[in-house]
């Protein structure tokens, strides 16, 4: 009874804390700029930044637990779920501070492949939080369940590459979060190699 407990606070732990580096995050633009679309420009920077630590963190849960089987594995793995929806907290407050830019600044457009692309990961998004609560696997059937949660994963995973990787080689604050999109795809095929051969 004590750990189911410990384990549901953890659960709330998770998302506040997400919610309050979110706030944070708000907080800082707002303080850091000297006008509304600075500060939502700044907003939108930061919020894919903890988007993709958040992704990463729930794409890699089983592989690195595979691989590196630790305290710290498991525990990410037994709250990977709780993570994917921090990441989609996080993520759509991204999507409302971009359609804040759009409406107050008259040079912001859509490119075509961001709206394609950009809508497809939300649609995904939607759908794997719809379906990340208990009895879903039972609704949908184990086999949909893991083809929607997986391919969401993949189509999350190559947005944040097209998003990252061709920026990195410009800008030096891209590196990082390219080189975690990069890492994490790594980790992903040397647990499933890891697997194949034993």
């Not at 394609?116 to 990340?132: D, L």
Request: hydrophobic share 55%; charged share 15%.
């Amino acid at each position: 009874m004590i750990s189911i407990v410990m384990r549901n606070d953890q659960r709330q732990i998770i998302l506040a804390g997400t919610a309050l580096i979110l706030g944070a995050a708000t907080a800082h633009a707002l303080l850091s700029q000297s006008s509304l679309e600075e500060c939502i420009r700044l907003l939108i920077r930061q919020t894919a930044r903890i988007s993709v630590v958040l992704f990463c963190a729930a794409f890699t849960a089983s592989s690195a637990h595979k691989l590196f089987r630790n305290s710290v594995t498991k525990w990410n793995l037994r709250n990977r779920r709780w993570i994917g929806l921090s990441f989609a907290l996080s993520h759509t407050v991204h999507l409302l501070a971009i359609l804040a830019l759009k409406r107050i600044a008259s040079d912001f457009e859509f490119e075509s492949a961001v709206l394609i692309f950009g809508g497809m990961a939300y649609v995904f998004i939607a759908a794997m939080t719809a379906t990340s609560f208990d009895g879903a696997v039972k609704t949908m059937g184990a086999r949909r369940w893991k083809l929607l949660h997986k391919s969401g994963m993949y189509v999350l995973w190559a947005v944040f590459a097209v998003s990252y990787l061709p920026r990195a080689a410009e800008s030096p604050p891209y590196i990082v979060p390219a080189a975690l999109v990069v890492f994490a795809l790594v980790l992903r095929i040397a647990a499933y190699a890891n697997t194949r051969t034993s």
